[in-house]
């Protein structure tokens, strides 16, 4: 951080994520948040959120945290259905993420409270309406953020071992669909407009600025084992870093000497990306956003280039025909946007579009 190109700039937002940082003390994200305003100036809105999970949130601690300059909390629910929960592994109940969540609520205000959902999960595999009952339960808190996540299943871990010896089912893509239209037409009822492929919100205010962030390919700076950074620099060149993932080694790279370590702390990788990288990043994030996409003044910004010079016009022609994308024309701007359509089947929109 000790780096004079960040002196100039505004700090939007800092996320606490990774792990479990509730569990940490209070003073230690005050002192985090003290030492950044020293670096760098903080916008008067600026957003701090905290992730927790319900069972280390507890009534006395969130207040700390928000007399230490939290004023946002994500909190990783999962489910109201407490079979999805022993099926996760998560420690909590039911009335232990309630509790939590009106805790949060009346620390930072319902509007700073973001609730993490988990959908396609073996019980929605044979009964997809109990989907619907943890919607319900989580939209009548008056939740007003909420963000969604497909359960995956990744090799070497115990989910895909169990999964492959047949322990447990997944949903078929044609449940997987009605989950996810069941989600985004729940949230619309209670006001949520979905404005990425996973994220709901009550307006724009309540948004996840930090997300948005990365969405638009904005810069920004990941401190801590394995966190990842995007920055640009005043010639214009993108750089992409990743920190040392071993917490021991990161840490005695961070408290070294080196001057390099000074200008960017803890990194293993630093990379300048290319054009055709820039293109791609813009492309694979900015087309989350369901209601602006990307916008030919952004990609220009990024690379130099146009929707015609950066795209295969036919295979856009294609997408568009086949409603997959469309394109928006205002008076001074374009805008590529997956429709409803096309953002229940991005990754291959997004490959076939890049390749």
């Not at 507890?58 to 207040?63: A, F, Q, R, T």
């Not at 961070?254 to 370590?261: C, I, M, Q, T």
């Amino acid at each position: 951080m000790q780096n004079p190109e960040f002196q100039d700039r505004k700090l939007k937002s800092i996320f606490f994520g990774g792990g479990t940082p509730s569990l940490a003390q209070p003073e230690t994200f005050s002192s985090i948040i003290h030492q950044t305003s020293k670096y760098i100036s903080f916008l008067p809105d600026v957003e701090i959120t905290m992730e927790a999970n319900p069972t280390s949130v507890e009534s006395d601690k969130i207040k700390e945290f928000k007399q230490a300059g939290i004023n946002r909390v994500s909190i990783g629910v999962q489910s109201f259905d407490e079979r999805d929960l022993k099926f996760l592994g998560r420690k909590h109940s039911i009335q232990e993420a309630v509790n939590a969540i009106k805790i949060a609520q009346d620390s930072v205000g319902q509007d700073r409270v973001s609730l993490d959902l988990m959908f396609g999960t073996n019980l929605h595999a044979s009964e997809p309406d109990a989907w619907k009952k943890v919607l319900e339960t989580a939209l009548d808190l008056g939740t007003q953020h909420i963000s969604l996540y497909q359960l995956t299943v990744e090799k070497n871990t115990s989910f895909y071992k169990k999964h492959a010896k047949g322990e447990f089912n997944l949903p078929s893509e044609e449940i997987y669909e009605y989950l996810y239209d069941t989600a985004i037409n729940m949230c619309a009822e209670k006001g949520l407009k979905q404005y990425e492929v996973s994220n709901f919100s009550s307006s724009e205010s309540t948004q996840s600025k930090h997300n948005v962030q990365y969405w638009k390919s904005r810069d920004y700076i990941g401190i801590g084992p394995g966190a990842h950074s995007r920055l640009t620099l005043p010639n214009n060149e993108r750089v992409a870093a990743v920190q040392i993932m071993q917490p021991e080694q990161w840490m005695h790279e961070v408290n070294g000497d080196d001057v390099y370590n000074k200008i960017m702390p803890g990194n293993i990788k630093v990379d300048n990306l290319s054009t055709q990288e820039r293109v791609d990043e813009l492309f694979l994030m900015g087309l989350r956003l369901v209601q602006e996409g990307v916008s030919e003044s952004a990609l220009a910004h990024h690379s130099g280039l146009t929707f015609s010079s950066a795209l295969n016009k036919n295979i856009l022609n294609q997408l568009i025909h086949h409603e997959l994308l469309r394109m928006e024309e205002t008076q001074n701007d374009k805008n590529l946007v997956a429709t409803s359509k096309g953002i229940k089947v991005l990754n291959s929109v997004l490959s076939t579009l890049l390749d």
